[in-house]
């Protein structure tokens, strides 16, 4: 037995997706832990039976960092690591929120932005 | 209890520095021939004696065979393992088991880097482009380092006064250093009210950009006592990767020197009781808290409030980082290069007003990437084999 090695890939596949409107995220058929970024078999177990699920984009902020700019370049802006309920860990930021706005432990929600080039960014829960 | 086969199986019998600093005018390569030179001289050795080549470079894309060419070496064994600013002291591990192997006899592991005058920032593999961070905007390596400095505050309660603590004590080290880059007091103060660069980081927190190469020439334990200097041996050694970009590492307050830490006390038959001088890769100041923890000289979560008191400063009572570190002596990209010299110099008792007094152990612990690729090194004199 080989993997499946034409045509879009799991990369492509999941850029078509966001750009479709949804967040989806890898999980094992067998080991049943998820992946991310998508790739060719499971990382934790190495089984090919891999299946795109559409996240449920809840997540709680793991760590955060303001990173500083100069005003002419941009000024200040917030990045996160963010845990996803599916258990997978993403670089991001949390919009609507300063550069040192961000609490770790914060409930959050996923958002797809940037139009022709999307990317999955979060928004502070009200508790 | 059985020795490993490696420990002791060879000795640094030579050590060379070039350019660090600033030095304008230089090209990359002539640093690192500079540094060659330097070491193999204070060997006793002519160029032509290297028969194997540990080579690494921010901007060559072969570098053991650029390096050998420029240094006219046709090594019979070579390795450009890149893996970061831990590569050189991988490269310590892997010369000795070339050597042991009967691969090679004279070993040369170097880098170097004119990064500050060429460009005036950090020329780091660390920067390579990945689509899912990039979107994000973030400063790497800095903002990686920041994130799990962030994450071991909030975990644990370390304090930015904490981190200041590492780069205080750096300063001390680098006052007693002619070679250092940066001299002058450094107040807690000043790290904390300097500019902010990437929260919890200030500028002080984060290390130089610099010029700088760095060489030593290994040989088999059968040579080591044919050369001019003290010999220092190779006693342990290992490595540890469980990731390479930052997202991926499964908890960012755990580093995977907490595997190389062990596999290279293990093949010493040492502890960390037995430990006379550390040199651990402080790009930032959290690094130097997170493997005095995953090392073993504190528990996990309690690195902050060890560095407390000036406990690692000059006058302290545990001597780290005593060159004055990536934060105040050297940091040309990949800085594994510079804690391997330094702790040589340290175990040969040729390190002046900053000398450890009666050094017999040293461990030297290089990080390569965003806290990615760990290697530990253990070295003594001739009285530990
Ligand atoms: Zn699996």
Redesign the pocket.
């Known amino acids: 037995m080989t993997l499946e090695d034409r045509g879009p890939g799991p990369d492509a596949i999941y850029r078509e997706e966001l750009l479709a409107g949804r967040f989806t995220v890898q999980t ?1 058929g ?4 998820s992946s991310f970024p998508p790739r060719v078999f ?1 990382k ?4 090919a039976a891999l299946t795109r699920v559409e996240a449920s984009g809840d997540g709680v902020v793991y760590s955060t960092s303001a990173v500083r700019n100069r005003p002419d370049k941009g000024g200040d802006h917030n990045i996160a690591l963010v845990d996803l309920a599916e258990g997978v860990r993403l670089l991001t930021r949390v919009d609507g929120a300063g550069p040192t706005e961000v609490p770790i432990g914060a409930r959050v929600k996923a958002r797809i932005v940037g139009g022709d080039v999307p990317h999955v960014v979060f928004d502070l829960v009200k508790e | 209890m059985t020795h490993h086969e490696l420990r002791g199986a060879s000795a640094v019998v030579g050590v060379g520095l070039a350019g660090c600093g600033e030095a304008p005018g230089r090209t990359a390569m002539e640093l690192i021939g500079s540094a060659a030179w330097n070491a193999v001289t204070d060997a006793g050795l002519k160029m032509t004696d290297i028969d194997g080549v540990f080579g690494v470079s921010a901007v060559h894309g072969m570098p053991s065979v650029t390096i050998s060419e420029y240094l006219g070496i046709k090594p019979s064994y070579s390795d450009g393992s890149m893996i970061g600013g831990s590569s050189n002291v991988a490269h310590i591990l892997q010369a000795t088991m070339a050597i042991r192997a009967g691969l090679c006899s004279t070993a040369l592991v170097i880098y170097g880097s004119n990064q500050k005058s060429a460009s005036g920032k950090l020329v780091s593999s660390a920067a390579e482009f990945n689509p899912y961070e990039q979107p994000y905007k973030p400063r790497f390596p800095i903002t990686a380092y920041a994130l799990a400095a962030a994450r071991h505050m909030h975990q644990f309660g370390t304090t930015r006064q904490q981190l200041a603590e590492v780069a205080v004590a750096a300063r001390g080290w680098a006052n007693l250093n002619p070679e250092a880059y940066m001299h002058g007091p450094l107040s807690i103060d000043d790290v904390l009210n300097a500019r902010m660069v990437c929260d919890p980081f200030g500028l002080f927190d984060c290390c130089l950009v610099t010029d700088g190469a760095g060489a030593l020439v290994v040989v088999g334990r059968d040579r080591a006592k044919d050369f001019p200097k003290k010999p220092v041996y190779f006693l342990g050694g290992g490595m540890a990767h469980w990731h390479r970009s930052i997202m991926q590492m499964p908890d960012i307050t755990v580093t995977a020197a907490s595997e190389s830490g062990p596999r290279a006390f293990e093949m010493a038959g040492m502890e960390p009781a037995d430990i006379d001088v550390l040199e651990l890769y402080d790009a930032f100041t959290i690094n130097t808290i997170l493997f005095l923890e995953d090392l073993g000289f504190c528990p996990k979560g309690e690195g902050g409030r060890f560095v407390e008191g000036g406990r690692i400063a000059p006058g302290g009572s545990l001597p780290v980082n005593t060159n004055g570190g990536g934060l105040s002596c050297v940091h040309p990209g990949m800085y594994g290069t510079f804690i391997l010299v330094e702790a040589i110099r340290q175990l040969r008792g040729e390190a002046g007003d900053r000398q450890a007094k009666g050094a017999e152990t040293a461990i030297v612990h290089g990080n390569g990437g965003v806290l990615s690729s760990q290697v530990t090194s253990i070295f003594g004199t001739e009285a530990t084999l």
Do not use: A, E, T, V
Not at chain 1, 44 to 47: A, E, M, N, R, V
């Open positions: 094992c067998d080991c049943g832990q499971c934790h177990c190495g089984s």
